[in-house]
């Protein structure tokens, strides 16, 4: 299988591997050895050569390896997990099909990703990888216990933009905004990305199991890069949120304290270049100082739909020219 750079990764698993390497051969020129190569450069290739692929590679290899396509690419990602290879190979052998995995490179892994400073060296998911036909995404993320006025204001706000620009809403399932935010894309008939700080098989919070089946029937899905049987820890957040931003194409933040899952989002979009726009707070608001913040950072401020609308156009052209 022709490879642009006569280059294709094959996972090995060493005593000098960590997880931001991979052992590459060249097999136009077997006598050179393995060559290591960081994980950003792969990642690089992955994004800009689409027969760079690993899932291809593997396909193609599956007879050298004896079987053991799985093994290897979980020896990748071990090193991610408080677990043994052969207890995760055992776990994901155990997953419905439905549940899928993917690798940098494949076909179905989101290239938004790869703009991390340290991209998911696996992503779980469970629904329809809509990222692989819709281009436009747009990040939303708030309090848990917001005021009611922010979510009336986020309910009108969406409520107008998304029937005029049908962007994709990420979030992250969490009671509040983040519920409210997947709950307007679907009752505007558009999918929506719930991305986990939990396994695919253990949802949380445990009020998206009420939401499963119609964010399927919608065409959305469920994604996470933790594996299996993996619960919410609190320093997952964090890492969750980092994947948020990245798989916007802007992020929106409603409501913000100033120590907040929300405001890492919102970090995290400032250093992936991503715009980030912030809805009017009040002063006197505990939870809105984050928001505050942002705004006198340079953040820019979102007053309604109009803007919203106007932000989502400039976006869209933005991606047609690059």
């Not at 320093?235 to 802007?250: E, Q, S």
Request: one cysteine or more; charged letters at 20%.
């Amino acid at each position: 299988m022709d490879c642009p750079l006569g280059l294709w990764p094959k996972l090995l698993l060493s005593e000098s591997m960590t997880q931001n390497t991979i052992s590459a051969h060249s097999f136009e020129n077997p006598s050179a050895g393995p060559q290591w190569v960081d994980f950003q450069t792969w990642a690089y290739l992955c994004s800009h050569h689409l027969n760079f692929s690993l899932e291809r590679f593997l396909q193609h290899q599956r007879d050298l390896l004896q079987g053991q396509t799985l093994r290897d690419l979980v020896h990748q990602v071990s090193s991610l997990l408080p677990e043994s290879v052969e207890n995760l190979i055992y776990k994901i052998k155990k997953l419905p099909p439905e549940f899928k995995i993917t690798f940098p490179g494949c076909e179905d892994y989101p290239t938004q990703m790869l703009a991390l400073r340290d991209p998911p060296l696996f992503l779980m998911y469970l629904g329809n990888p809509i990222w692989k036909k819709h281009p436009q995404f747009l990040s939303c993320v708030g309090s848990r216990n917001p005021n009611p006025y922010s979510l009336q204001w986020l309910d009108q706000t969406l409520q107008e933009a998304l029937p005029k620009i049908p962007f994709i809403v990420v979030s992250g399932g969490a009671v509040g905004v983040d519920q409210l935010a997947h709950q307007l894309a679907l009752r505007n008939q558009l999918p929506t990305v719930v991305i986990l700080p939990s396994g695919l098989d253990v949802l949380y919070p445990n009020s998206l199991e009420s939401l499963r089946e119609i964010i399927l029937q919608h065409d959305g899905v469920f994604l996470t890069e933790y594996g299996p049987k993996t619960a919410m820890r609190k320093y997952h957040f964090a890492r969750r949120n980092r994947l948020i931003a990245a798989l916007g194409h802007l992020t929106v933040i409603v409501e913000a304290k100033i120590k907040s899952g929300t405001l890492i989002t919102a970090r995290e979009a400032i250093e992936l270049g991503r715009p980030l726009l912030v809805m009017p707070a009040n002063p006197w608001d505990r939870n809105s100082q984050g928001s505050l913040k942002l705004l006198s950072e340079g953040a820019s401020l979102l007053r309604d739909a109009q803007d919203l609308i106007m932000y989502l156009k400039s976006e869209t052209q933005y991606m047609l020219k690059s």
